[in-house]
């Protein structure tokens, strides 16, 4: 592995040398997301695989960066243990660096947090053919400036991700999903009541689903004696609200809960080539939007999925912005080519940060930094 670091590291120094850009790539399942901008190479990094350490009782794993994310979670879960946050993989050649660098979490993201969350060091090689080491492999090694946690969500801007140390958490013993009729604003404020309570909440989904039906999904995660009290109560609150529940089996909500990870539920299926997925983060007790749109809402109101063209943006933006939140055009619209940005324009303080980090770790520009728009 020492001999693909080093070859690597001198590739990097060619491109500052010569002023090329470089695009950073694993499995590529993730390209759609991010600004795209035109690189004179594709850098490959599925030569680094394996896994460097791993201790099931200290909670924490060593990876290398172009290990399969799927490999890496069959490994945690012969140990009874998993990558909390439920990133999603977009297709099977996803790999544990483009996690990291993409930044996405899935349906456990509201109780469980980010993927920054869970990263606890990493090795990349900088813009200047440099090796670096931040972090280490516990929280108390954490020091200073956490850039190993910027990683998380910088689309490889700002280096080549070599190793990633991640902690790791116990699958839960007991879980269940309750599936509610509600309508939305019923729903969020449900939601809300139930976030004020000791109940063991881990995800939920609301959406309008095939069937025309108004419903939200609960999943509880955690002790049995704490899922098995919850779930009459919750029904019970549920009924109260005017609304029906009812506890699902078990194979059925394992697939509702991975299809709504990947995105293959129904939901996720344009209904024309010219809509574009947009990505709405808004604090968990946001109202009601008022937007024609139809959505679907995760993270217990924190993030809110809905179709509309790109010509929408400044609509959704302000909605975003009044809600105090942001909105992000997640997936591009099958045809027609637009300008739209993709992320929401950043307070000058914020690119001023963002732009001096990336001088930093990038003086030449090799990674490409217009991934993130800036």
């Known amino acids: 592995m020492d001999s693909v670091i080093s070859t690597f590291k001198q590739r990097i120094k060619q491109a500052a040398a010569s002023k090329q850009t470089l695009r950073i790539q694993g499995g590529n399942t993730k390209y759609f997301y991010g600004e795209h901008s035109a690189s004179h190479d594709v850098f490959d990094t599925r030569e680094l695989t394996g896994v460097v350490s791993y201790e099931p ?10 290990t399969p994310l799927a490999e890496l979670e069959h490994l945690l879960a012969t140990q009874g243990q998993c990558l909390a946050y439920e990133p999603p993989h977009f297709g099977a050649a996803a790999t ?21 969350d869970h ?5 990349l090689i900088n813009g200047l053919g440099e090796e670096l080491t931040f972090g280490g492999q ?23 991700i070599t190793e990633i140390s991640l902690k790791v958490l116990p699958v839960a013993p007991a879980e269940a999903t309750l599936s509610c009729e509600l309508p939305q604003r019923e729903a969020l404020e449900q939601m809300h009541r139930w976030g004020a309570q000791a109940l063991p909440l881990n995800a939920s989904a609301w959406v309008h689903n095939e069937a025309k039906q108004d419903v939200l999904y609960v999943r509880l995660r955690g002790a049995v004696a704490a899922v098995e009290a919850a779930c009459p109560r919750m029904v019970a609150d549920v009924q109260a609200a005017g609304g029906s529940a009812t506890r699902m089996d078990k194979q059925p909500a394992a697939s509702l809960w991975q299809a709504c990870r990947e995105q293959t539920l129904s939901f ?24 024609p749109y139809a959505m679907l809402i995760e993270w217990h109101g924190g993030v809110r999925w809905l179709w509309a063209p790109a010509s929408a943006a400044t609509q959704l933006r ?4 009044q809600a105090g939140g942001h909105a992000t055009l997640f997936r591009r619209a099958q ?19 963002q732009r001096e980090l990336q001088k930093q770790f990038d003086p030449h520009g090799v990674f490409n930094t217009a991934r993130l728009g800036i």
């Open 57 to 66: 009782s200290e909670l924490v794993v060593t990876v290398r960066s172009g």
């Open 96 to 116: 544990v660096g483009g996690m990291v660098a993409a930044g996405l979490a899935g349906p456990s993201r509201a109780h469980v947090g980010s993927v920054r």
């Open 119 to 123: 990263v606890l060091g990493a090795k």
């Open 138 to 160: 516990v929280m108390k090694n954490v020091a200073g400036y956490d850039v190993s946690r910027v990683l998380a969500g910088s689309m490889g801007t700002l280096g080549l």
């Open 268 to 291: 996720f299926n344009a209904s024309s080539p010219e809509l574009c997925l947009w990505r709405l983060s808004l604090p968990q007790t946001a109202p009601v939007l008022d937007l």
């Open 318 to 321: 302000q909605a975003a912005h």
């Open 335 to 353: 045809t027609g080519a637009t300008d739209t940005q993709v992320f929401s324009e950043l307070p000058q303080v914020q690119q001023r940060i």
